[in-house]
């Protein structure tokens, strides 16, 4: 993880964190006692930046996967409102940060973001740490739409990943 840390710290992205799964998966698979990824390994790179292109996104992310060999998934957090919109068929309002966006996120323990650049570490995890670190799988209260939870729940295989899980 630190050396995907510094690859994102080299784009110097505005409000950028590594988050979402990559953080839960990497912690849940270690506690679990995983030495391999039991599962998808994306790397969701994040930022908030209403200047740039929505193009930019799918250049850093084929970009960041062919220079290091992991999939990467870069997500301008100022443009989630439109692509929601356009994937499930609800409006949702525009995020002003990352910390806002992340206390957006389907369940409670995905709702983290990790960085470290020259300024030293930073953690948000708008939602609290209390979910992730007691391994439980928790639908967000401020998420309108259980059928997507529903889904992301089975889609990921959380009981079959993470026995040790509490699926609430």
């Keep these: 993880m630190l050396a995907w840390l510094a690859q994102a710290a080299r784009l110097d992205l505005p409000d ?4 979402a799964g990559c953080i839960r ?14 599962g998808e390994q994306d790397i969701d790179l994040i930022y908030h930046d209403p200047q740039a292109s929505p193009e930019q996104d799918q250049v850093l992310s084929k970009t960041l996967s062919t220079q290091t060999g992991n ?11 439109r692509w929601y919109r356009d ?6 309002a525009a995020h002003n940060s990352c910390i806002e ?3 957006s996120w389907p369940e409670t323990a995905t709702c983290i973001g990790l960085r470290f650049d020259l300024h030293g570490w930073a953690v948000a995890s708008p939602l609290g740490l209390d979910d992730l670190f007691g391994m439980i799988w928790r639908r967000n209260p401020g998420f309108s739409d259980l059928a997507t ?18 699926i609430i």
Excluded: C, F
Aim: aromatic share 16%; charged share 15%; no cysteine.
């Design 16 to 19: 950028w964190y590594l988050a």
């Design 25 to 38: 998966n990497q912690l849940w698979d270690h506690w679990h006692g995983y030495t391999t990824p039991s």
């Design 71 to 81: 999939q990467w998934e870069v997500v301008n957090q100022a443009y989630v409102h």
């Design 87 to 92: 994937q499930h068929g609800q409006p949702i």
């Design 101 to 103: 966006a992340m206390a």
């Design 149 to 166: 939870y529903q889904h992301r729940q089975i889609t990921k295989q959380v009981a079959r990943r993470w026995p040790k899980v509490r």
